[in-house]
């Protein structure tokens, strides 16, 4: 048995309309679900539920069997500027598949500018450049999962384009 998107819905419907609840953990098959209200979970709900992630094994993304490689720590120069992720989600360095990049290494940006594409639960999320300044560094891969405060990319706001 699976957890199904109109499962999620439901079970996501009924959390928002009761008072008595703050958050759910439910797990169905190898799928966890785990929400709250106001986006934070009790210490001890936390701790459950990192405990049941870390017992599932994960199925290999997209049919490739192999284990990711692991993102090289990437250290920030001082006086650069660094693009982290605000959220846990899919990194997108295009608009569309069809579509050039938002940037490439080397580009001049300007503050406002859309660098890329941050997906979270069906939502795609524009981030944009902080700064005016050259891209120095694009650290993540295209199409890849990418954790909160992740280092995305790199800007130089010394450079002007």
């Known amino acids: 048995m699976s957890i199904t998107h ?12 009761t008072s008595h609840l ?5 797990r ?3 799928t966890t679900l785990i929400a709250s209200k106001s986006g934070v979970l009790p210490q001890s709900a936390m701790q459950n539920a990192m405990q ?4 599932t094994p994960l199925p290999p993304v997209g049919g490739d069997s192999r284990p990711a490689a692991a993102a090289p720590a ?33 580009a001049a ?3 406002g500018a859309p660098l890329c594409l941050l997906e979270a ?7 944009a450049s902080p700064a005016n300044g050259r891209v120095v560094r694009i650290v993540a891969q295209d199409m890849q999962i990418v954790q909160r405060d992740q280092l995305l990319m790199i800007i130089d706001p010394q450079v002007r384009g």
């Open 109 to 111: 940006v300007e503050a």
């Open 74 to 106: 990437a250290e920030v120069p001082e006086g650069m500027v660094a693009i982290r992720a605000p959220m846990m989600g899919t990194f997108y360095c295009k608009p569309s598949p069809d579509q050039p990049p938002f940037v490439v290494e080397g």
């Open 22 to 26: 703050d958050y759910v953990n439910v």
């Open 6 to 17: 109109n499962d999620v819905r439901r079970i996501l419907e009924i959390l928002d309309r």
């Open 52 to 55: 049941s992630i870390a017992a």
């Open 28 to 30: 169905i098959g190898g």
């Open 121 to 127: 639960m069906k939502l795609f999320n524009t981030l």
